[in-house]
């Protein structure tokens, strides 16, 4: 089992800032892919982001690149999503999620995080 707690979500106006953290625990290893996704009121989940334990180039959703930052300190077993040029319709729940790099699917999934970006 793999428990996932974010936290730094927030009320920011439009092109500020914030940065997301995720820790993980329990069955952790360079085995899994760790995720962001977020969910918009009214709209389905959408992949955000992800990166792999065990290192590798992350990649990203179209709508954020250039501007949102996946990384990772495994010393920490932290996940981070750092977010610029905050849009309003970046807001929404931000999750945190982890896989197994052997699956496609993400199985463990933190509470969320409230993003909101004013205009």
């Known amino acids: 089992q793999v428990q996932l707690v974010e936290s730094g979500g927030g009320l920011v106006q439009a092109g500020g800032s914030l940065r997301l953290s995720c820790a993980a625990s329990?069955?952790?290893?360079?085995?899994?892919?760790m995720g962001w996704f977020r969910q918009a009121p009214g709209k389905e989940r959408e992949f955000v982001a992800a990166?792999?334990?065990?290192?590798?180039?992350?990649y990203y959703a179209d709508s954020v690149k250039g501007r949102f930052t996946i990384s990772s300190d495994n010393a920490k077993n932290t996940v981070y999503l750092h977010m610029n040029s905050l849009k309003p319709e970046d807001t929404g729940v931000y999750y945190c999620?982890?896989?197994?790099?052997?699956?496609?699917?993400?199985?463990?999934w933190g509470q969320g995080t409230q993003v909101t970006v004013s205009s």
């Open positions: 999620a982890a896989r197994l790099r052997t699956l496609v699917r993400y199985d463990y």
């Open positions: 329990g069955r952790t290893s360079s085995s899994y892919v």
């Open positions: 990166v792999s334990w065990s290192g590798g180039n992350p």
